[in-house]
């Protein structure tokens, strides 16, 4: 890929384990600042399957983006961004059939519950001009987008118990924004604090039986921008508020662990004081743009 001059981008992640099981981390995460390619895997489920199938994916992707970018280099092109978001999807369904794979292969050796995890992946797409931002997702992993002179923006679609209410009607935009955001009990109605005890119910994931349902999208990039890959762990503790004014005011070599250890904070509280406190693992990479 040919890159334009004197642009830089610079990558920080953290990720940590839930306190309810240290010992396995079942989120997964790919920095490659080399080759402008980010993504972050959440297990499903809180088990051994979740783990398998998180790293599964990455390994997965992260073999099919290295190749993918050895041969534009090889042919010094610079593949148009709808280009990229189609090889995006690709990987993607390539995780999911080799992840549906392993496990009929395990299915015979040990009992797992089902493996499935869940997908944001990013791609960096340099041209005359710039970057693009290709990207491609599946589950409820996020990807942000905070620009210098605008609130933060939510670039990916949660595949989420809220979302299908949405889609069919019970909720509206509004609501639905306005639930996933609470803070207390008491800016609900009963019927909505049942919604968002039900938010993080995901309704499609890598490794599914179900057929896959690719989301992908793609977004000028321009200096002074900065991206925010992360797992639920992180968006179900945080507010968009809370995650945008760390953002905002932190370096960018303290930036994603700033974030995990908020959402760890958070998820410490009491939930029936603090009402978005979830204990789970936690994983933010944070991308920064600058020429």
Known sequence: MNQPEQATFLFTAHSVASDTHRERNEDQLIADQQRGFAAVFDGVGGSMGGEI????????????WERLF???????????????TTRLRELLEQAH???RQDGLQRAGVQRLESQATTATIAALCPHADGYTLAYASVGDSRLYLLSPDQPLTCLTQDDSYLTLLLQKGYVTA???ERIEQATSR???SDAEYL????????????????????????RELTPGMRLLLCTDGIH????NQEIERILRDTEIAQAAQALVDAA???????NRVILRAKPDDMTAIVIDYHA
Not at 53 to 64: D, F, K, L, P
Not at 210 to 215: A, F
Not at 236 to 239: G, M, S, Y
């Open 97 to 99: 059939e080799q992840i």
């Open 264 to 270: 760890i904070q958070r998820s410490r509280a009491e």
């Open 174 to 176: 509004e609501d639905a």
């Open 195 to 218: 919604y968002f005890q039900r938010r993080n119910g995901i309704t499609q994931a890598l490794g599914d039986a179900q057929h896959l349902g690719v989301h992908t999208g793609t």
């Open 186 to 188: 008491d800016q609900l």
């Open 70 to 84: 050895t041969h534009w280099q090889t042919d010094a092109t610079s593949p148009a961004p709808d280009d990229v």
């Open 236 to 239: 179900d503790n945080l507010t």
């Open 53 to 64: 199938a998180s790293q599964i994916a990455a390994r997965v992707i992260q073999e099919g």
